[in-house]
């Protein structure tokens, strides 16, 4: 018998039923509202929009050896993420790899040592280390010799390099991780491009505008394959996004809101001072080379060594750390590209520390010819949580943040109460705009062990972990994955040199506006910032 035959039935029986029941004068009446009720209710709880989701095999958990292609990477800047990093390409300290064990050991739902050796084999070799500071190259190298990780023994230890342009020098280094502070970007990314080697760069893609520009021409004249530092393309909730999204079950979609909430010193940059550090074990010198403004060796050196985050004499504050993540992934779900213009505004009101980036920023991107606004909020003094917001004139979707009701970076759509394409379902009582009409958690039903406030915020931005097919996987290690095979295919990887430019150039037009008071407008004919 059909599907449509049973369906058929099921509504005759169910039809029978109730004329039955309406033949009891009271009762009749009181269980036929209570039937249609329930089936209400459940029609209203359910995902309607499923049926009408254009579904996509999901991405696969990928098995067995990368390529046959055996490639030799070296890592520039070992420090916080530098070492997630190289963790994702597989290789990590002993230190590490003891503590996360014993972690996994005493507590059951500590997945963090379980997914790093469930990775797959990269089939390279951490061959070059290079860091300022004595203390992390040490480190990098201790990566690079031990047994422990997924997959076969290193084929081969890292030789440490004092300055970059020696580890650049070794024809037998393939490819680059540069995990540097931001105002060494450029020159590194450049200068290994030249060289011929190809490139992992972490986000934001530059310092400065003018360092974009370069960069990005140089890129596309030696064609390396480049990656920008966004595991947020690997997150399989962004995948599925886009295709509701695509398919125009939003509908036209005019205003989009990103936010950024923490409340924590470390959230905000205050990040420790290392015991070791002083004028013999760190290259103060190098360090602040590209910077604009010099500062001698002492306690203020070391504050803006290991808290570079703070000033824009090496970075851009929330504009390259957190709003380019946010930007990023709305441009990979909605394809903005670069505004038209920008503006933003805020100030320094929480942490009077000597800083001089702010530490509540808001900035507000116009797209006239897409008919769209982008807002982005950020505050370092509150852990509200917001989460994203698409808001369309059919439907919003809502991603992380408790207004959401969403689970770790999944989200949910809610239909507006004006819906044009929704109109006839909202009448009829299918769609009330009080539940969900599709909601998207993924991944595994289990409990993860995140418990401090810093992986809580990133887990619910996903970029601690992803899934495919139930199984948790690192995002980090999925994208230096994607690179890589790129890199042995000759194909572009998920954030490529085009769609850095797109986040590069944005995220400097918001900083330009609050350092110069005004608007800022894109040129795209001029490549200008006017």
Same mark, same amino acid.
Request: with cysteine; charged share 25%; proline share 4%.
């Given at each position: 018998?059909?599907?449509?035959?049973?369906?058929?039935?099921?509504?005759?029986?169910?039809?029978?039923?109730?004329?039955?029941?309406?033949?009891?004068?009271?009762?009749?009446?009181?269980?036929?509202?209570?039937?249609?009720?329930?089936?209400?209710?459940?029609?209203?709880?359910?995902?309607?929009?499923?049926? !009408?989701?254009?579904?996509?095999?999901?991405? $696969? +958990? %990928?098995?067995?050896?990368? &390529?046959?292609? =055996?490639?030799? @990477?070296? /890592?520039?800047?070992?420090?916080?993420?530098?070492?997630?990093?190289?963790?994702?390409?597989?290789?990590?300290t002993?230190?590490?790899?003891?503590?996360?064990?014993?972690?996994?050991?005493?507590?059951?739902?500590?997945?963090?040592?379980?997914?790093?050796?469930?990775?797959?084999?990269?089939?390279?070799?951490l061959?070059?280390?290079?860091?300022?500071?004595?203390?992390?190259?040490?480190?990098?190298?201790?990566?690079?010799?031990?047994?422990?990780?997924?997959?076969?023994?290193?084929?081969?230890?890292?030789?440490?390099?004092?300055?970059?342009?020696? !580890?650049?020098?070794?024809?037998?280094?393939? $490819? +680059? %991780?540069?995990?540097?502070? &931001?105002?060494? =970007?450029?020159? @590194?990314a /450049?200068?290994?491009?030249?060289?011929?080697?190809?490139?992992?760069?972490?986000?934001?893609?530059?310092?400065?505008?003018?360092?974009?520009?370069?960069?990005?021409?140089?890129?596309?004249?030696?064609?390396?394959?480049f990656?920008?530092g966004h595991?947020?393309?690997?997150?399989?909730?962004?995948?599925?996004?886009?295709?509701?999204?695509?398919?125009?079950?939003?509908?036209?979609?005019?205003?989009?809101?990103?936010?950024?909430?923490?409340?924590?010193?470390?959230?905000?940059?205050?990040?420790?001072?290392?015991?070791?550090?002083?004028?013999?074990?760190?290259?103060?010198?190098?360090f602040?080379?590209?910077?604009?403004?010099?500062?001698?060796?002492?306690?203020?050196?070391?504050?803006?060594?290991?808290?570079?985050?703070?000033?824009?004499?090496?970075?851009?504050?929330?504009?390259?750390?957190?709003?380019?993540?946010d930007?990023?992934?709305?441009?990979?779900?909605?394809?903005?590209?670069?505004?038209k213009?920008?503006?933003?505004?805020?100030?320094?009101?929480?942490?009077?520390?000597?800083?001089?980036?702010?530490?509540?920023?808001?900035?507000?991107?116009?797209?006239?010819?897409?008919?769209?606004?982008?807002?982005?909020?950020?505050?370092?003094?509150?852990?509200?949580?917001?989460?994203?917001?698409?808001m369309?004139?059919?439907?919003s979707?809502?991603?992380?943040?408790?207004?959401?009701?969403?689970?770790?970076?999944?989200?949910?759509?809610?239909?507006?109460?004006?819906?044009?394409?929704?109109?006839?379902?909202?009448?009829?009582?299918?769609?009330?705009?009080?539940?969900?009409?599709?909601?998207?958690?993924?991944?595994?039903?289990?409990?993860?062990?995140?418990?401090?406030?810093?992986?809580?915020?990133?887990?619910?931005?996903?970029?601690?972990?992803?899934?495919?097919?139930?199984?948790?996987?690192?995002?980090?290690?999925?994208?230096?994955?994607?690179?890589?095979?790129?890199?042995?295919?000759?194909?572009?990887?998920?954030?490529?040199?085009?769609?850095?430019?797109?986040?590069?150039?944005?995220?400097?037009?918001?900083?330009?506006?609050?350092l110069?008071?005004?608007?800022?407008?894109?040129d795209?004919?001029?490549?200008?910032?006017?």
């Open positions: 018998m059909s599907e449509n035959s049973n369906q058929q039935n099921n509504d005759m029986k169910r039809r029978e039923l109730l004329k039955g029941l309406a033949t009891v004068p009271v009762l009749g009446l009181f269980l036929v509202n209570l039937w249609q009720k329930i089936r209400r209710d459940t029609l209203k709880k359910s995902n309607i929009l499923a049926n !009408l989701v254009q579904e996509k095999s999901a991405p $696969a +958990v %990928v098995k067995g050896l990368s &390529d046959s292609r =055996h490639l030799n @990477i070296g /890592i520039i800047g070992y420090g916080g993420r530098g070492s997630h990093l190289i963790r994702g390409a597989g290789f990590a002993k230190g590490w790899t003891d503590t996360v064990s014993e972690n996994a050991r005493k507590n059951k739902l500590d997945k963090q040592f379980a997914t790093f050796m469930s990775q797959e084999d990269l089939n390279c070799s061959v070059g280390v290079c860091d300022l500071f004595d203390v992390n190259a040490e480190l990098a190298m201790n990566a690079s010799q031990n047994e422990v990780r997924p997959g076969v023994k290193p084929q081969a230890t890292a030789t440490r390099y004092r300055h970059y342009t020696e !580890l650049l020098a070794n024809d037998n280094i393939d $490819a +680059v %991780v540069v995990a540097t502070p &931001d105002h060494w =970007h450029s020159r @590194i /450049i200068d290994a491009a030249k060289a011929g080697k190809h490139v992992y760069c972490e986000k934001g893609l530059t310092r400065t505008f003018d360092e974009a520009i370069d960069l990005y021409d140089t890129v596309k004249k030696t064609g390396i394959t990656q920008l595991q947020n393309r690997q997150v399989e909730a962004n995948e599925k996004a886009k295709q509701i999204i695509d398919q125009g079950l939003l509908g036209p979609i005019n205003l989009v809101e990103i936010a950024t909430n923490r409340n924590s010193p470390w959230g905000a940059w205050v990040w420790g001072i290392h015991p070791k550090g002083n004028k013999k074990t760190i290259d103060w010198d190098t602040q080379e590209p910077s604009p403004n010099k500062v001698p060796f002492g306690e203020e050196a070391l504050k803006r060594f290991f808290r570079w985050r703070c000033w824009f004499d090496y970075g851009t504050g929330l504009s390259g750390d957190l709003l380019s993540h930007f990023d992934a709305i441009n990979q779900m909605m394809e903005i590209g670069i505004p213009y920008a503006s933003s505004t805020g100030g320094i009101y929480f942490y009077k520390d000597g800083r001089d980036v702010p530490d509540v920023w808001n900035a507000t991107f116009e797209y006239p010819d897409k008919d769209l606004t982008l807002l982005y909020s950020a505050t370092l003094s509150s852990n509200n949580p917001r989460g994203n917001r698409i369309g004139h059919d439907a979707m809502q991603m992380g943040g408790q207004s959401g009701g969403g689970s770790v970076h999944g989200f949910i759509v809610t239909a507006d109460s004006e819906s044009t394409q929704y109109k006839d379902r909202l009448n009829s009582g299918i769609i009330n705009t009080r539940y969900p009409i599709y909601t998207y958690s993924p991944g595994s039903k289990q409990i993860d062990g995140v418990t401090s406030a810093t992986s809580r915020y990133f887990a619910n931005k996903g970029l601690l972990y992803t899934y495919r097919e139930g199984k948790r996987v690192d995002p980090t290690h999925l994208h230096i994955k994607d690179w890589l095979d790129s890199i042995r295919d000759g194909s572009q990887p998920k954030c490529n040199i085009e769609v850095a430019f797109h986040e590069a150039v944005a995220c400097h037009m918001a900083t330009e506006s609050y110069q008071g005004r608007r800022i407008e894109w795209p004919v001029n490549r200008k910032l006017i």
